[in-house]
Structures are given as structure tokens and as C-alpha cells.
């Protein structure tokens, strides 16, 4: 139970300043409770925070201030805070770095009544500027939802002179907006599909499983197109029958808003929507209707798991193996594994949904820890694609074509019969290499480590580092020789420009996630492909996840060895679920489908367990090759990087880590490195990188936590350790 302080209490309050401890303050004018969301007077300012608990002491009692004001919003729960704290110790985070992600919200303190918002009038301007056009543009993106004028300005990349014009000329209009309006209620006793035996005994043993109100993880694996969605969405409406609340993360945006479509259709309502493309009035108010329980059923990104539920008694992870779901900045966690600590806090159920399942799942189902469900067969008469390899060593293609012959000419008959196909290759932009031909040069970044990608479309080229972007130069910026400088290697666009030589009259539609696209855009362009606007889609990853194209019956991979270079532990599982998520694109309804998948490595063991439809044999293979170098999830990983500024520091800091190397292997951890990192400069940051091994079952964070304790961290020192790490650039 929350405490309740008295008037004049000490309470400690954790706000979301970059302190390593909570402040004590006194209780206001009747009195706080634990948990409450409080304004307190810091220095000259006054901050966000929550009270923690009892104050702490240890201050000069004379100089404890009063909190300053109660906000009216329901406190965080205990359970909460207990999440809160656990995530912030597993992640070697500051604590006040979580309650961050547990308050992302602005406004969160402002009292509830009208806002003034934009809204697009009916007027046309007097004249058109670019500006103007982007303000409508973004207007008629969001679906003219009303925008505050600052963030309207700022999305459409405008000054508010603009948007004063375009009211003045009755093209916009300032509306008042009820703050907080309430969300329809879902209807969890509308009527489901008919299920198919499969789904429906999937959908009967989770929906009992929600009803148990006590924890559990199951592992749900479908192959394509067996129509998970439906099946968990039963466990959804047990959830929603008993009262409690339900939140399903889903890896991509423009699928969030594919699945408010098909909530609607089985529930009758749309659920809250949360992700970084929700505007700043609808994040504050989904936040307070999850907190005040109002909120059934949330869909939304990882951070959607920092939502205050008062109840949550189900969290579906869908696409559970999907990389987006760790986050790779700031609060190093995933999404996924921190959802099942979130349920056990809450006696809820976790379901973990893919066709493709990380090892880490797969795992924890075989040792029990997880119950499993398989769906095997697809829903209604599609069947799975058939599988086949092209050996690129027997092709001859011209330098720049990566198209081969078989894959163009199966591809030209689709086209002709009227049906889709679909090239995949999992690299955006152009070309990964701009060189000179005359010096040998390589353009690449002057803030990082690395190669300037060449984007076609925008003319520019970026940096996938750091983003930073710059025209395409005439001369080589080395030798400054003219006209000899040339794209290297494959990439999406340059691929749709090869499609396009080969069937010249195809509508080909290219779909990469730097298209500057908003999510509903994306959805949009998504649905218009689905419907038959194009017969030839060229996609990276983007395309592999979720979407149902129903006219698609072939599938084809252009580099299927692309993934398989290079020292990542999961090389062989990411390319694995990476082929046979964009294979399952193919054939989904009456059709057949099939997918053609360009290797020079046809006998990769790889390469032939995703031929051969065995997941069985691929997850057990693999699992037996981690466990032999007991690497995850047999054995405990700590990913570390010392950045900064200036080199020899950098060097400095990470030669005292590995002298300190006893304190880890204390704990029966080895620590390897340091060594410069594969991208050893980022934004004009030096990296080196350490690696911490150990067995499983160690207690791998207070060591960690000595071990990094009392560094000297001046100026732009970092020292980041991600644990469990997915990536080790
Ligand atoms: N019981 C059902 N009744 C009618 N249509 C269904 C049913 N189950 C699935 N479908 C349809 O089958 C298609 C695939 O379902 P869904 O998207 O849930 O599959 P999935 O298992 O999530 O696939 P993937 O892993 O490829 O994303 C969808 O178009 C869905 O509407
Ligand atoms: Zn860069």
C-alpha cells in the first residue's frame, strides 16, 4: 500500500534530473502520497518528479524546501516503481534516466480545460510558397488532427509567421480543442472471426491463461500468414472482459496503424495509439487515460511499456525476434524482456508472437520457462511459398545489374499474369560506396568512421551513422579530378533503377524506411500497393515485416549473403528470420506463392536451413554452436564502449577498465579488449569498445557496477555498457 505523508513530512522525491540519488523535500499543505507526481523547487527552477518514499536524511534540515504543488494526475503505482527501479538496475541506468521514459510527456502538469489549435479552413491561400505547401501538406498528413501552433511549426519545418498568415487568410483556423476528450469504450463481446481449429485451440489456452490473473510468458510461433493478429486478439478480449488492460507493441510504425484497422473491425473502437509519430495533445492525453485506467487496450512502440497501467493483465511483444525492440540509445533495454518483468510485477500475461522466433525465446520454451503455441498451417487455403536458391556462382551479370537472368525473367511473368512481385534488399540508398576511380578513394564521413551511402532520390549522400548529409561532389575531395568518382555495390534504389531498365513498363513501387514518410503516409502507400497501384515493389526490411499484399506471389531476395558476413553472434538467426519474414510475403491468399533467393553460398548451412522450412533443425542447430561457445543466451554478454572526444583519453579509460579486469573476474567474468571499435569514430566521438563474458546464471550488474565505479570522467568522456548487447558497432 502507498503511503500517505502528513503536512510538513520528509519525502524523497526521484525527479528526472541527471542526479545519482532522490532529494528530500517537505510534504505541501495537505499532505502527498508515495507515488504522487509532484513540482519541486530545484536551485532556481522547478522540475518534474514523483515522490519516492520516506525522506532520506542526511540533509540540513533548515535548507529542505516544500514541494512546491501536487499535480492532478493519479500517483504511480507501487509496482511501478518497483519496475522502474528493476529496469534502471538491469540496465545499469540511472534511475532518474527510467522515470524519463516513464514521463515523456509535455504538459503532463497543465491544468485540463480548451487548447487553442490549428486546424486547415477552407480557404486557398493567395498565393502558393513552399512553405505554405508544407504546412498543408503536414495538415492533411496527420488526417487535419488539430496541432498546437509550435509543434505544427515545427513539424512542417515552418516559422509561426507562416502559420499567422494562413490564418489571417482563412486557410487555417484556430479551434478549441477539449483537452482529454474520453476514448470509445472496445467491445470485447463483439463478434470474432471464425477461427480455424488451429487458432481457435491457440485462442482457447491463451484466453484461459488470462483469466488464471497470475503471471506467464507464452512463445506464440506461426508460420506467415497463420494469422496470429486474430488469435492474440482473443487474449486481448479476455483481458478486456475482465477489466483490465491490454498493450501490444508492435516493431514498425506503419504497422501500428494497420492493426488500430483491425482492432476497430473486431472490437468496434480504436485503442490508444503510442509512438513517435502520435502528436504532443494525443501522447498527454493517452497518457492520462491509461493512467486513470480509462484506457483498454494500447498499441504502440517499445517505450508504450512505460505507460502508467494501473492493470495490466496482458502485453503482446508481436514480431518478438524484430531488433527494433531493443533500444539503442540512452535507457539501453529491450522491449521485450523487460515486458515480461513488467507482467511477473503485475500477475499478467506475457504472449511473444513471430513466424520466426529469437533464440533467446525459442530457448526459454524448450527449458519451460515459456509455454508454446505453433500455428503451423496458414489460414484458410494459402499455403506456404516454395523455397528455392539461385546460385549466383553459374550467373554472369554485367558489373552494376545484381538481377539475375531466372529471378528477371520469373519476375516479367508475374507482371505479365497480372500478379506482384517483390525484390528485397536490405540496404537503403543507392550505392553503400562512392570511390574515385582515379586515386581510389573513399568518400566518407568527416564526423565518422564511415562511408557516405549514396542516396539517389534526395541527390545527396548520407551518413547512416550520424545522418549528416552532403551533395554528391563532381570531384574527388582527394585528388580533385573530375568525373571519375563512381557508385559502388547495391542498394534499393539503385535496384528499382535496374527494374525499371528491365520492365520498362511496370509501375514499380520502392519501399525504404528513409522515405520521408509519416505513418499514416506510409500506411497509405502501404494499402494503395495492397490494392494493386504497383506490380513491382523494391523494399528493404521495411517490406519483410507484417504486411499483407495479397497479389504478391513472388518473392525475391537479391543478396541473401549480405547478412552473413562479419563477427555478429546472431549473423546466422538474423538472416534466417530476415529471408523467411520476407519470403512469407509471398502467396498469402489464393495463389501460390514463391521465393527465388540469389546466394553464392547455395550449401551455407544457413542458406539450407532456410530453404528447407525446418525451423526445428535450424533453432536446435543454432542453439547447439551458442551453447558450445556459451555464447546468449548460454552464457552473459556485456557490450562496453569508452567515447570521446579526444583519443588518447578514450584509450586512457578503457586501458584502467581492462586493468581492472580482477574485479570482474571475480565474479567469473572474462573481459576482452579493449579494442577500437568496428566504427571507431561516430560524430567525431572515438570509440573503444570492451567485451564482458560470463557464465549464465552470474550475477554480471554489481560487478559491473564496481568495476565502473570511481572512473575519472572529464569532459567528454562516456563510458556506456549495454547489457545483453544486440549490436556491436
Ligand atoms: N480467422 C480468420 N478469419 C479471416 N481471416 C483471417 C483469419 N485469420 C487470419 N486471417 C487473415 O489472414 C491473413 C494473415 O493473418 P495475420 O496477419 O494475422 O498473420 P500473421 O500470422 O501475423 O502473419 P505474419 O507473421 O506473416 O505477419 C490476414 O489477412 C488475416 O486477415
Ligand atoms: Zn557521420
Redesign the pocket.
Known sequence: MPIHFEEGALVAVLTTQPLDRTLDYRAPAGGVRQGAFVEVPLGPRRVLGTVWGPGEGGFDPSKIRAVHRVLDLPPMRPEMQTFLTQVADYTLSPLPAVLRLATRVPGLGDAPGARKVYQLAEAEPDRWTDARRRVVETMKEYGNLGFAPGELASLSGVSSSVLKGLEAQGVLMRIDLPRDAPFPRLDPAAPA????ED?ARAARILREAVRSRRYGTTLLK?V???????VYLEAVAAALEQGRQALVLLPEIALTVEFLDRVERRFGARPVEWHSGVTQAERRRAWKAVASGEAQLVVGARSALFLPFTDPGLIIVDEEHDGSYKQEDGVLYSARDMAVLRASLSRGQVVLAS?TPSLESWTNARAGKYARLD?TER??TASLPDMQAIDMRAETLETGRWISEPLAAEVGRRIADGEQALLFINRRGFAPLTICRACGHQVGCTDCDARMVEHRFQRRLMCHQCGATAPIPETCPSCGVAGRLAAIGPGVERLAEEASGLFPDARIAVLSSDLAMSARAMKQRIDQIAGGEADLIVGTQLVAK?H?FPLLTLVGVIDADLGLQGGDLRAAEKTYQLIRQVA?RAG?ADKPGQALIQTHQPDHPVIRAILSNDDEAFFTAEAAMREAAATPPFGRMAGVVVSGTDLPQVTAVARELARRAPLLSGVGATLFGPAPAPVARIRGRHRMRLLVKAPRGTRLQPALQTWRAGLKLGGTLRVTIDIDPQSFY
Open positions: 472471426r471464425d477461427l480455424s487458432q506461426g506467415t500468414g497463420s494469422g496470429k493478429t486474430e513466424a500455428l489460414f484458410g507484417g499483407n512469407g498469402r
